[in-house]
């Protein structure tokens, strides 16, 4: 069982900045992707942005450019480096990893607000 530990959640003003991180209990080798998602209050879970294997990104256009995903492959961790934070962002984050079986993963979610 993979486990996914979340860090870096937390409150601050519009136009801050927040870096999240997961670590993945998991080799390097068995992951097809990792990446975040959120899910804010009445809403459903969207994707923000993952980062597969490759090193190829995808993110939601409402923060591409603005939350760039990275990763550590000697600590089986990704990050994302959430800049520019607007209201809406407000939600709770969630890491996922996919591994090449197809199996998939979720962290127990941290709490981001944007607020002043």
């Known amino acids: 069982q993979v486990q996914l530990v979340e860090s870096g959640g937390g409150l601050v003003q519009p136009g801050g900045s927040l870096r999240l991180s997961c670590a993945a209990s998991?080799?390097?080798?068995?992951?097809?992707?990792m990446g975040w998602y959120r899910q804010a209050p009445g809403k459903q879970r969207e994707l923000v942005a993952i980062?597969?294997?490759?090193?190829?990104?995808s993110y939601s256009d409402s923060v591409k450019a603005r939350f760039p995903i990275s990763r550590d492959n000697a600590k089986n961790t990704v990050y994302v480096q959430m800049n520019s934070l607007k209201p809406e962002d407000t939600a709770v984050y969630y890491c996922?990893?996919?591994?090449?079986?197809?199996?998939?993963?979720w962290g127990q979610g941290t709490q981001v607000t944007v607020s002043s």
């Open positions: 996922y990893l996919q591994d090449r079986r197809g199996a998939g993963y």
């Open positions: 998991t080799t390097i080798s068995s992951i097809y992707f």
């Open positions: 980062i597969m294997s490759s090193g190829t990104t």
